[in-house]
């Protein structure tokens, strides 16, 4: 059984910083593709950072380039979102996801999500 659990949300003041957890478990961690999603109230969800499975090859969305870092370490099936420079336009709750392909059908995991709020 799939499973992804976030940790490591909560307040923080803007300018700070948090570090987001995801443990993953129930498929072969190392060669998926691990993403960090996040929904604002009112808005759609949307990709934030992803990163490949053994060759760590990452990608962000503009609004967080530079401030994000998103890191695996596949002994531990975990994966991390560094977040830096925090401000009110990333408060949301955050998503750990997972998916892939196996031949014609999409397997698709999501994580439960963590909260991040922004605010003086």
């Known amino acids: 059984q799939v499973q992804l659990v976030e940790s490591g949300g909560g307040l923080v003041q803007p300018g700070g910083s948090l570090r987001l957890s995801c443990a993953a478990s129930?498929?072969?961690?190392?060669?998926?593709?691990l993403n960090w999603y996040r929904q604002a109230p009112g808005k759609e969800r949307e990709l934030v950072a992803s990163?490949?499975?053994?060759?760590?090859?990452?990608n962000y969305a503009d609004s967080v380039k530079g401030r994000f870092t998103i890191s695996r370490d596949n002994a531990k099936n975990m994966v991390y979102l560094q977040m830096n420079s925090l401000n009110a336009d990333d408060t949301a709750v955050y998503y750990c996801?997972?998916?892939?392909?196996?031949?014609?059908?999409?397997?698709?995991?999501w994580g439960q999500g963590t909260q991040v709020t922004v605010s003086s």
């Open positions: 129930g498929f072969t961690f190392s060669f998926k593709t």
């Open positions: 996801n997972c998916n892939y392909k196996v031949s014609v059908d999409l397997y698709e995991y």
């Open positions: 990163i490949t499975g053994a060759g760590g090859i990452t």
